[in-house]
């Protein structure tokens, strides 16, 4: 089975601040990598599909990059509404198996 | 508008079966070419996909929890599934029903806590 790991597991940041987040696959799966948004409470958002595919209604300061084996997810600067949780997803065995990273918690 | 909605009882006693149904307003999940599916998230922890289903009826579940699992579409064709038996502590969560489209989740319903507990 495919393995994802994300780093950090968190991160403190303040408004303004450029943030990425690592998503590693334990084996090639090519740009099948989605990226979610989970504020506590509530259930996740996809944010981006297709490792860089940014979903509609999602603002631009969220993008997505790599392929084959590592991927990042960058808030460009961060704002308020901005921490959460977030989660890589591949979808190289979709439908299969599909399975989500461990989440990274961005904190101010 | 498309919506989920999951359902079904927020205790269950251990060894018995966990089940919850996910109802779709505003379509049918059968004029959708979509698989549905569910995930599941502990509490305090990460989130967990348990299975999916295509509206013919073709299901995949996830590895570690296929022995236990059962994913099926309702013959109202406006609701999905989920049964997961012989359920310990370890199941309890916020269990999530969702669309899936070319393999990314892009609807979810709001989730519902299940505790596991005598």
């Known amino acids: 089975d495919i393995q994802m790991t994300q780093s950090p597991s968190s991160l403190s940041a303040s408004v303004g601040d450029r943030v990425t987040i690592t998503c590693r696959a334990s084996?090639?799966?090519?740009?099948?990598l989605n990226w979610y948004q989970q504020k506590p409470g509530k259930a996740p958002k996809l944010l981006i599909y297709?490792?860089?595919g940014l979903q509609s209604g999602v603002p631009s300061r969220f993008s997505g990059s790599g392929s084959g084996t590592d991927f990042t997810l960058t808030i460009s600067s961060l704002q308020p509404d901005d921490f959460a949780s977030y989660y890589c997803?591949?979808?190289?065995?979709?439908?299969?198996?599909?399975?989500f990273g461990g989440g990274t918690k961005v904190e101010i | 508008q498309l919506q989920l909605q999951e359902s079904g009882p927020g205790l269950v006693k251990p060894s018995e079966t966990l089940s919850l149904t996910c109802t779709v307003s505003g379509d049918f999940i059968i004029s959708t070419n979509y698989y549905w599916g569910w995930i599941r998230q502990p509490p305090g922890k990460g989130l967990e996909w348990i299975g999916s289903i295509y509206y013919s009826g073709n299901t995949y579940y996830s590895p570690s929890l296929k022995s236990r699992v059962t994913v099926s579409v309702d013959t109202s064709e406006t609701e999905f599934s989920l049964m997961l038996s012989s359920v310990t502590a370890a199941d309890t969560a916020v269990y999530y029903c969702a669309r899936l489209r070319s393999g990314s989740f892009d609807l979810w319903g709001r989730g519902t806590l299940v505790i596991v507990s005598s």
């Open positions: 297709a490792a860089s």
């Open positions: 084996q090639f799966i090519s740009n099948f």
């Open positions: 997803q591949q979808s190289y065995t979709n439908p299969q198996v599909l399975t």
